[in-house]
């Protein structure tokens, strides 16, 4: 009894420091890191008044951040499996710090081109680095609600980055004969730069060099994880190489291409899609109202999360907040000309789409584990980079063919969410033939051990 209570306490004390600890620095991290991505989005109109910058211009300029990050966010999580998770986000945020204050010297459109591109290079294996963190340091039962506080990063990002990239472009511009939008490349890049080495100080790369932690928290935690990967599926992959070839991570991979669709559009054009049905708002307005629809996704990443950890229902947890986001996405369809009822059902359809991203990532994790869990988190991210690119060039292109209405991108949006949740129910199912395959051979193998035992008896 002691010693039960002992251990129950001994858990509680753990995960609570870990999550002090690390989880407020990958938000500040990662809300660093999704500013400078998506700070196009409320500068596009100052930058296109002054480089020529058409809409569809604007949306490959948007998604071709994503080219860097589809064909390097492999290779990066790889090094990030040999040097560690730690020192390789601190790495990133520097490189792409320099890169987005390099942003400031555009003068054309190719050049902003050219910077997207080298922004995805240097961003490449930020996510699955953290994702690869996050599941050295957090137990399964705790993993949901880790994932959940890590996606808050996303709409407070937006939130609260919106209205700050408008404030900065207020109140630069014109400052010593610069223009506000290069202003803010080198304030939001700078800002990447500093907080690159509080990364390297306070995150740790294993439980027994964590000094913070006492020795009986030190080894429930290495106990705990140990314990959980030799619990890994025998079908699972156990290689980096093995998991780029695995079904069943090619699954997830395509399931989360469809899943972060409409909220990779979203984040770019949600300023536009604001200045474009309210006339006369200043960039800070915009800013404020664009930040809405994230702010109700930062409600629904946390409600989910708590939800999530309480009933332990992953299916649900996952399909739920999707099947909200394609009601929602739907109803934009129908408010057609109403924007204060197109700005609700687009709010209630990024809590379901954001909300259910953390939950997704439960179930590869789980799945993968060591080597494999670097080469799967990578691929499934790396293809969820394909669309990263084609949702806000689609939406840009689409817009322009449907005379400038956003009807069409939003159509193609909610039939993505669709196929997002049959591709969570095909990943369920696949786990749920593979569970019923190892039981099977599990019983086979008992009955053999069985009449083993018989014939050595007798």
Same mark, same amino acid.
């Given at each position: 009894?002691?010693?039960?209570?002992?251990?129950?306490?001994?858990?509680?004390?753990?995960?609570?420091?870990?999550?002090?600890?690390? +989880?407020?620095? +990958? @938000?500040?991290?990662?809300?660093?890191?999704?500013?400078?991505?998506?700070?196009?989005?409320?500068?596009? *109109?100052?930058?296109?008044?002054?480089?020529?910058?058409?809409?569809?211009?604007?949306?490959?300029?948007?998604?071709?951040?994503?080219?860097?990050?589809?064909?390097?966010?492999?290779?990066?999580?790889?090094?990030?499996?040999?040097?560690?998770?730690?020192?390789? @986000?601190?790495?990133?945020?520097?490189?792409?710090?320099?890169?987005?204050?390099?942003?400031?010297?555009?003068?054309?459109?190719?050049?902003?081109?050219?910077?997207?591109?080298?922004?995805?290079?240097?961003?490449?294996?930020?996510?699955?680095?953290?994702?690869?963190?996050?599941?050295?340091?957090?137990?399964? *039962?705790?993993?949901?609600? %880790?994932?959940?506080?890590?996606?808050?990063?996303?709409?407070?990002?937006?939130?609260?980055?919106?209205?700050?990239?408008?404030?900065?472009?207020?109140?630069?511009?014109?400052?010593?004969?610069?223009?506000?939008?290069?202003?803010?490349?080198?304030? #939001?890049?700078? %800002?990447?730069?500093?907080?690159?080495?509080?990364?390297?100080?306070?995150?740790?790369?294993?439980?027994?060099?964590?000094?913070?932690?006492?020795?009986?928290?030190?080894?429930?935690?290495?106990?705990?994880?140990?314990?959980?990967?030799?619990?890994?599926?025998?079908?699972?992959?156990?290689?980096?190489?093995?998991?780029?070839?695995?079904?069943?991570?090619?699954?997830?991979?395509?399931?989360?291409?469809?899943?972060?669709?409409?909220?990779? %559009?979203?984040?770019?054009?949600?300023?536009?899609?604001?200045?474009?049905?309210?006339?006369?708002?200043?960039?800070?307005? @915009?800013?404020?109202?664009?930040?809405?629809?994230?702010?109700?996704?930062?409600? =629904?990443?946390?409600?989910?999360?708590?939800?999530?950890?309480?009933?332990?229902?992953?299916?649900?947890?996952?399909?739920?907040?999707?099947?909200?986001?394609?009601?929602?996405?739907?109803?934009?369809?129908?408010?057609? =000309?109403?924007?204060?009822? *197109?700005?609700?059902?687009?709010?209630?359809?990024?809590?379901?789409?954001?909300?259910? *991203?953390?939950?997704?990532?439960?179930?590869?994790?789980?799945?993968?584990?060591?080597?494999?869990?670097?080469?799967? @988190?990578?691929?499934?991210?790396?293809?969820?980079?394909?669309?990263?690119?084609?949702?806000?060039?689609?939406?840009?292109?689409?817009? #322009?063919? =449907?005379?400038?209405?956003?009807?069409?991108?939003?159509?193609?949006?909610?039939?993505?969410?669709?196929?997002?949740?049959?591709?969570?129910?095909?990943?369920?199912?696949?786990?749920?033939?593979?569970?019923?395959?190892?039981?099977?051979?599990?019983?086979?193998?008992? #009955?053999?051990?069985?009449?083993?035992?018989?014939?050595?008896?007798?």
């Amino acid at each position: 009894m002691t010693t039960s209570m002992s251990r129950s306490a001994v858990e509680h004390s753990t995960i609570r420091k870990i999550t002090f600890r690390f +989880i407020p620095v +990958i @938000i500040l991290a990662y809300f660093v890191a999704y500013i400078d991505r998506v700070n196009i989005g409320m500068i596009k *109109q100052a930058m296109s008044a002054d480089i020529g910058l058409t809409d569809v211009a604007f949306g490959l300029a948007s998604g071709l951040i994503f080219i860097g990050l589809i064909f390097f966010e492999i290779p990066s999580n790889k090094l990030a499996h040999k040097v560690g998770p730690r020192r390789w @986000i601190a790495r990133i945020m520097a490189s792409w710090g320099v890169v987005v204050m390099a942003g400031a010297l555009i003068q054309i459109p190719e050049h902003l081109y050219v910077m997207r591109v080298v922004l995805g290079l240097a961003e490449a294996g930020m996510a699955p680095a953290v994702f690869l963190f996050l599941a050295q340091w957090f137990p399964r *039962q705790y993993r949901a609600r %880790a994932l959940s506080a890590f996606y808050l990063s996303v709409p407070i990002a937006m939130a609260f980055g919106s209205p700050l990239t408008g404030w900065i472009l207020e109140v630069t511009h014109n400052l010593v004969g610069i223009d506000g939008w290069r202003w803010v490349f080198l304030v #939001e890049g700078f %800002a990447a730069i500093i907080v690159a080495p509080v990364v390297l100080r306070l995150l740790s790369d294993h439980p027994s060099k964590a000094k913070w932690l006492t020795a009986e928290e030190q080894s429930w935690l290495t106990n705990t994880l140990e314990e959980e990967g030799r619990g890994v599926p025998a079908s699972a992959p156990h290689s980096f190489r093995g998991s780029l070839v695995d079904g069943k991570v090619w699954i997830f991979a395509v399931t989360y291409l469809f899943l972060g669709f409409g909220a990779n %559009a979203l984040v770019y054009w949600m300023p536009t899609i604001v200045g474009s049905a309210t006339r006369g708002l200043g960039p800070l307005q @915009i800013g404020l109202v664009s930040a809405i629809p994230f702010v109700c996704a930062a409600f =629904g990443i946390y409600l989910t999360g708590r939800i999530a950890e309480r009933t332990q229902a992953k299916r649900w947890n996952i399909l739920s907040p999707v099947l909200v986001s394609v009601a929602g996405f739907a109803a934009v369809l129908v408010f057609d =000309g109403n924007i204060t009822m *197109q700005m609700a059902m687009i709010s209630l359809a990024l809590a379901g789409a954001l909300a259910s *991203q953390p939950q997704f990532w439960t179930l590869p994790t789980s799945y993968l584990s060591g080597a494999a869990a670097a080469g799967g @988190i990578a691929l499934i991210n790396s293809v969820n980079n394909i669309g990263g690119f084609l949702g806000p060039y689609s939406f840009g292109w689409l817009k #322009e063919i =449907g005379g400038n209405s956003t009807m069409l991108p939003f159509i193609v949006i909610a039939a993505a969410q669709v196929l997002a949740a049959a591709g969570v129910l095909i990943a369920y199912r696949t786990k749920s033939r593979r569970s019923d395959l190892s039981r099977e051979r599990s019983a086979a193998e008992a #009955e053999v051990l069985a009449a083993d035992a018989t014939v050595n008896a007798k």
